[in-house]
């Protein structure tokens, strides 16, 4: 599987950016899919996963903000992202679960300016 981000970039605060997550390979064997951000200085973390089954998990902080949806018929991710704060300034990274293998991409910069 490989994955492919794009869609960050700098946005000011209250404004909204949609992130995308191309999938390539044996897609048709992903379980979970989902959005990890890793802020400067910071661990990695989870901001949204969703299952094949369709069930979403989001972290506490973008609940109510950040929206994370699949195109199946476009082997397509996204997490819509709105509201944003300058705390959401991370670098966002997809990834893929498979057969219990983990699979990421490179990543995409997220800026938020205050």
């Known amino acids: 599987v490989q994955l492919v981000e794009s869609g960050g970039g700098l946005v000011q605060a209250g404004g909204s950016l949609r992130l995308s997550c191309a999938a390539s390979?044996?897609?048709?064997?992903?379980?979970?899919m989902g959005w990890y951000r890793q802020a400067p200085g910071k661990q990695r973390e989870l901001v949204a996963a969703q299952t094949s089954g369709g069930s979403t998990n989001y972290a506490d902080s973008v609940k109510g903000r950040f929206t994370i949806s699949r195109d199946n018929a476009k082997n397509t991710m996204y997490l819509q992202m709105n509201s944003l704060i300058p705390e959401d300034t991370a670098v966002y990274y997809c990834?893929?679960?498979?057969?219990?293998?983990?699979?990421w991409g490179k990543g995409t910069l997220v800026t938020v300016s205050s």
């Open positions: 390979g044996i897609i048709f064997s992903i379980d979970t």
């Open positions: 990834k893929a679960a498979s057969r219990g293998v983990n699979y």
